[in-house]
Antibody
Framework: QVQLVQSGAEVKKPGASVKVSCKAS????????INWVRQATGQGPEWMGR????????DYEQKFQGRVTMTRNTSISTAYMELSSLRSEDTAVYFC?????????????WGQGTPVTVSS | SYELTQPPSVSVSPGQTARITCSGD??????GNWYRQKAGQAPVMVMY???ERPSGIPERFSGSSSGTTVTLTISGVQAEDEADYYC???????????FGGGTKLTVL
């Protein structure tokens, strides 16, 4: 079955960077986009961007442009999301999700989430 | 940028029907998708392309669309359906993904 397994919780200081991994199994990794979504406590999900694992092409939400980088290692079916210049407002749970393309993207499988805490 | 608007809360008694709406101008051209999220867990897709139900989701879940509003209907609500529900769509470029603010479903 489709599984997305993410790396563990992170604690970072303001100004630092964090890199979260998302290992896919149960399907052809290069056939579906990997999206990243974050959720602060008590808030709704917030889409950060997507990456095409086949060619590495990315689309980033404008809010994160310049601070986020999404990459992949196809040999180990793993996607990565790196967020730099962290601030306290970046404290959230970060999810990867497999994107299915229709007229409108939808997310049929999610990772378990990676809590990221930004604190001095 | 456009927004998706959901009611903050919906309350129903067990066995009744819950209807959760999601409104946004872009929904006249884009599909709406729905996710259920329980505390401390990842979201789970319960409806896609307005009215398509994924395998494993009970038949009591259904979806519909009219104009700029999509609706998730849960018939015969059970205690286990208590959760936060989020709608999701995309802007007209189909590039940028948008989530609604979420609706907390309470089973009385």
């Amino acid at each position: 079955q489709v599984q997305l397994v993410q790396s563990g919780a992170e604690v970072k200081k303001p100004g630092a960077s964090v890199k979260v991994s998302c290992k896919a199994s149960g399907y052809s990794f290069t056939s579906y986009d990997i999206n990243w979504v974050r959720q602060a406590t008590g808030q709704g999900p917030e889409w950060m961007g997507r990456m095409n694992p086949n060619n590495g092409d990315t689309d980033y939400e404008q809010k994160f442009q310049g601070r986020v980088t999404m990459t992949r290692n196809t040999s180990i079916s793993t996607a990565y999301m790196e967020l730099s210049s962290l601030r306290s407002e970046d404290t959230a749970v970060y999810f990867c999700a497999r994107g299915r393309e229709s007229v409108t993207t939808y997310f049929d499988s999610w990772g378990q989430g990676t809590p990221v805490t930004v604190s001095s | 940028s456009y927004e998706l608007t959901q009611p903050p809360s919906v309350s129903v008694s067990p066995g009744q029907t819950a209807r959760i709406t999601c409104s946004g101008d872009g929904l006249s051209k884009q599909y709406g998708n729905w996710y259920r999220q329980k505390a401390g867990q990842a979201p789970v897709m319960v409806m896609y392309k307005d009215s398509e139900r994924p395998s494993g989701i009970p038949e009591r879940f259904s979806g519909s669309s009219s104009g700029t509003t999509v609706t998730l209907t849960i018939s015969g609500v059970q205690a286990e359906d208590e959760a936060d529900y989020y709608c999701q769509s995309a802007d007209n470029s189909r590039i940028y993904v948008i989530f609604g603010g979420g609706t907390k479903l309470t089973v009385l």
